[in-house]
């Protein structure tokens, strides 16, 4: 029932039917603390393999608490404040082969890594319940009470968001290996760090009063503001890169089918953020902001045929876009370069004469000329 109930408020969550994902989450937790599922001695009496059954069950409760904290606005982590001495999960390879993991590893033993002279070699989802961890101590500070502390912290947590980058051995680096295939809870991982940037940065900058900004998107409407630490200007740039970033991970073409719902928020609030840049920077950053934008409405519209939720952040980012785009359309503004000058006059008339390009884009269409790799293959969870 534990596993039954988280997997369904994940798909509640991709319907958008919210307070029943909520519902639904809130049980499965109580019902695994209730169980003592966050104790090792929970597992008195099972084999190796339903060890690891159960262990993934708990941590994918932490993590799936700690995302769902963030979307859904809330200050704290509570779960994450539960004590529990549960090994971590091994490789996902292991675990599909059928065989139990020959050594456990706690948490204390992967935080004690980075002081280690030789590498160890830790499964992916330690580097994504890391990842949560960190997010954790950004929701901590943008709810609260003491502004001082948390002042002084956000450099703290923003230095944690960076190093987790460069402590990843060589192949957690890179989420498609050289055979193509694909580290689905890699994916997640960096989709993380990437969106607790953008929740630390984005409250903190000069973003903030853009039409983007206020505009009523699910899952991309921006917190209060909250007093920088720095210049409004650095947090903006921190939050645009870690935007980018987490864009570039939809550029990598993979099937959509294989993604979290959760992707879905990561790609509105990276709109968000595209289109609040946008608004702000000159000519010349158009046409990059455009693009990702576009690439975002395009993965959006693919996860449409399967979440609803999709759909309809879809329309809300697309509607917040072409008032965005509709300002830079009728002023004057730099073309890419072409060889020849007449296509150039013909684009230019084109473009100033086209209000309403994005409502008849077909994005579709676009992603069908992008030489997308069909026989990619995909080892990641089912």
Same mark, same amino acid.
């Given at each position: 029932?534990?596993?039954?109930?988280?997997?369904?408020s994940?798909?509640?969550?991709?319907?958008?039917?919210?307070?029943?994902?909520?519902?639904?989450?809130?049980?499965? $937790?109580?019902?695994? =603390?209730? !169980?003592?599922?966050? *104790?090792?001695?929970?597992?008195?009496?099972? &084999? @190796?393999? /339903?060890?690891?059954?159960?262990?993934?069950?708990?941590?994918?409760?932490?993590?799936?608490?700690?995302?769902?904290?963030?979307?859904?606005?809330?200050?704290?982590?509570?779960?994450?404040? $539960?004590?529990?001495? =549960?090994? !971590?999960p091994?490789? *996902?390879?292991?675990?599909?082969?059928?065989? &139990? @993991?020959? /050594?456990?590893?706690?948490?204390?033993?992967?935080?004690?890594?980075?002081?280690?002279?030789?590498?160890?070699?830790?499964?992916?989802?330690?580097?994504?319940?890391?990842?949560?961890?960190?997010?954790?101590?950004? =929701?901590? !500070?943008?709810?609260?009470?003491?502004?001082?502390?948390?002042?002084?912290?956000?450099?703290?947590?923003?230095?944690?968001?960076?190093?987790?980058?460069?402590?990843?051995?060589?192949?957690?680096?890179e989420?498609?290996?050289?055979?193509?295939?694909?580290?689905?809870?890699?994916?997640?991982a960096?989709?993380?760090?990437?969106?607790?940037?953008?929740?630390?940065?984005?409250?903190?900058?000069?973003?903030?009063h853009?039409?983007?900004?206020?505009?009523?998107i699910?899952?991309?409407?921006?917190?209060?503001?909250?007093?920088?630490?720095?210049?409004?200007?650095?947090?903006?740039?921190?939050?645009?890169?870690?935007?980018?970033?987490?864009?570039?991970?939809?550029?990598?073409?993979?099937?959509?089918e294989?993604?979290?719902?959760?992707?879905?928020?990561?790609?509105?609030?990276?709109?968000?953020v595209?289109?609040?840049?946008?608004?702000?920077?000159?000519?010349?950053?158009?046409?990059?902001?455009?693009d990702?934008?576009?690439l975002?409405?395009?993965?959006?519209?693919?996860?449409?045929?399967?979440?609803?939720?999709?759909?309809?952040?879809?329309?809300?980012?697309?509607?917040?876009?072409?008032?965005?785009?509709?300002?830079?359309?009728?002023?004057?503004?730099?073309?890419?370069?072409?060889?020849?000058?007449?296509?150039?006059?013909?684009?230019?008339?084109?473009?100033?004469?086209?209000?309403s390009?994005?409502?008849?884009?077909?994005?579709?269409t676009?992603?069908g000329?992008?030489?997308?790799?069909?026989?990619?293959?995909?080892?990641?969870?089912?």
């Amino acid at each position: 029932m534990v596993q039954a109930r988280l997997l369904f408020s994940i798909a509640l969550h991709g319907r958008h039917e919210i307070q029943e994902a909520q519902k639904m989450l809130t049980q499965s $937790t109580q019902l695994a =603390l209730h !169980l003592g599922m966050h *104790e090792s001695s929970f597992f008195a009496n099972e &084999s @190796p393999l /339903e060890e690891e059954s159960w262990r993934r069950t708990w941590w994918e409760i932490y993590v799936v608490n700690g995302y769902m904290s963030a979307i859904w606005r809330k200050s704290g982590f509570n779960i994450g404040k $539960t004590f529990s001495d =549960l090994p !971590l999960p091994c490789e *996902e390879a292991a675990y599909l082969s059928g065989s &139990s @993991p020959t /050594e456990t590893i706690s948490l204390g033993e992967f935080d004690a890594r980075l002081y280690a002279d030789e590498e160890r070699r830790f499964s992916s989802f330690c580097y994504r319940i890391e990842a949560v961890r960190i997010l954790a101590r950004v =929701l901590d !500070l943008n709810g609260a009470q003491d502004v001082q502390w948390a002042h002084n912290e956000v450099q703290s947590v923003d230095n944690a968001l960076a190093a987790w980058s460069h402590h990843l051995p060589p192949e957690k680096v890179e989420i498609i290996n050289t055979l193509g295939q694909v580290d689905e809870i890699m994916f997640q991982a960096h989709m993380i760090i990437q969106y607790a940037s953008i929740y630390l940065h984005f409250p903190r900058s000069n973003l903030q009063h853009t039409i983007a900004a206020n505009a009523d998107i699910t899952c991309g409407r921006r917190d209060s503001h909250v007093s920088p630490t720095s210049t409004p200007h650095m947090h903006a740039i921190k939050a645009t890169e870690a935007s980018k970033q987490l864009t570039n991970l939809a550029s990598l073409r993979l099937p959509v089918e294989n993604h979290s719902p959760f992707f879905i928020n990561g790609l509105a609030l990276s709109g968000v953020v595209q289109l609040s840049a946008c608004s702000l920077h000159t000519c010349d950053c158009f046409h990059q902001h455009r693009d990702r934008v576009l690439l975002i409405l395009g993965v959006l519209k693919s996860m449409g045929r399967i979440w609803p939720f999709s759909q309809l952040v879809l329309q809300q980012v697309k509607k917040v876009a072409a008032k965005v785009f509709d300002i830079f359309v009728q002023a004057p503004m730099p073309l890419p370069q072409v060889s020849n000058s007449a296509s150039t006059e013909q684009g230019e008339m084109s473009m100033g004469h086209s209000s309403s390009w994005l409502d008849t884009l077909d994005i579709q269409t676009l992603q069908g000329m992008m030489n997308f790799d069909t026989e990619m293959e995909y080892t990641g969870p089912i």
